[in-house]
């Protein structure tokens, strides 16, 4: 799909411009490690009074002055929805996307008729809560589903001010500079260094901590907590798993008990990662693969912007890049031990070699000179281990056939009311669907039925599940929009089953028509 959407870009390329704004938004986050937050040096903690990173910044994308796109990069995580949510979502940066796109420009995903893209992006999200009562699935409501939905309104609705507003437009050179670097052995110079001294990174290791999980956005199995010492833990963890004295010296204050960097025959996380700086006129992006906590992206920010001879507030960290690597916490931050600490994978002085590292790239374009690949990562497209399970075969219930409703909708309903259906159906694994849905409602317009919400709308959920051996249901619900326009109205569900040859065919169903009355 990425690669798909990619060509597709490619494929409608034109000249354009992108108008440049920033702002701050206030609550769409919380500190969720405020105590390792609070660690670090006084004078950096007044970059950030609220202990959050309120900066957003928003690009908008225009080709015959005409806004054909957005991009808004905001630190906040993506966890409003709780880790027991089951069903795919992309939480309040998805829901953020779908309200621009749908809900303001009438976008609809399958159709092109009015194309316009809103991007939801992260900057330096890794203390960043969306949950801001600092509870799993708490704040601003105890609805997971309602804060998704607040939480990335929040998002969308400042966007659009900002894009609204925006007079200056981005000029200048596009330019980058890229490449791999061992994050596992970096020699971090003084200059990067909070005590001013040589120091070096660590094969990758997870620490006690990051067996607590993030109490605020998706607690651990209860084995650990945050910042808390847990030597029992430690032991069993050397106990399976050999930990030479060497990587607990290196690690320094983490209480390593998986030593991921060292697992045979391969690493169980990449350790050869891209790091890339990006100039798009007077705005420069440094590239990170993982999760910097606000204060790491500040002092990341702060040291290119004096290479590159630019405001602190045209260079942005951007997280989540080209590979994952866990979390990126500073050396004051690190030292703590909170989840967030626990799961700096390469040591204490994570942050200052990404600096140093990121640095030596923002150099090398102020030159003009380019830079030199001296390591590759691994390929092991050879290699890669799949627990995922294959579909055998699907079979209906007695009776019933692929896509015969189980359970009917009513006669009617108003708005702001629920449908609720059961289908026969098989496994979802069969055919995702991509580019297509597996239901849509539809609405009779007098000559023929159209479709007016999908697996894609907020409005819908899907929910399969097996019953029965080879047999399994589909539970859809629609909930009616308060505007939604009186009629006739029916829901059909698209599957594929599975036979024991191995034979894929399609099917659909719908149910009754109902009517939506005042």
Known sequence: GIVEAVDKAHANKAPGDILFNQGELHDASRNRSSIAFQKNAAADRAAFPQE?????TVLTFRHNNRAVGALSLFPTHGTSMTNANTLISGDNKGYAAYHWEHDVEGVRYREDAKPFVAAFAQTN???MSPNLNLKQGSGPTEDEFENTRIIGLRQAQKAQTLAASAQQTLSGSVDY????????QVKVGSAYTQDGQVHTTCPAALGASFAAGSTEDGPGPGIAQEGVPNPFLTAIGGLIFPIPDSLRQCHGAKEVIIPVGLMKPYPWVPEVLPLQVV???????????GEPTI?????????LAQTLGVSIQQ??????????TEYITTYEEYNHQDYEGGSTLFGPWTQAAYAQELDKLAQAMVRGEPVAQTVQPRDLTCCQLNFQTGVVM???????????????????????????????????????HRNGTFLEVQRWNGSEWVTVADDGDWSTKYRWKRTFGAESVVDVSWQIPADQARGAYRIVHHGDAKSLWGKVSAFSGK????NIMP
């Open 52 to 56: 959050i990173d309120p900066l957003m």
């Open 125 to 127: 999200p890794g203390d």
């Open 177 to 184: 500079r890229m490449r791999y670097v061992d994050m596992s």
């Open 279 to 289: 100039r798009l006129g007077q705005l420069y992006l440094a590239t990170l693969p």
């Open 295 to 303: 204060m790491s992206g500040y002092r990341i920010r702060r040291h």
């Open 315 to 324: 260079v942005l960290v951007v997280g989540y890049t080209n590979a994952y």
């Open 394 to 432: 699907d079979l209906p219930a007695l009776g019933k056939s692929f896509g015969s409703v189980v359970k009917d909708a009513l006669v009617g309903y108003h708005p702001g009311e629920t449908v609720s259906v059961r289908f026969q159906s098989a496994h979802p694994k069969n055919n995702l």
């Open 511 to 514: 149910t009754r028509v109902f």
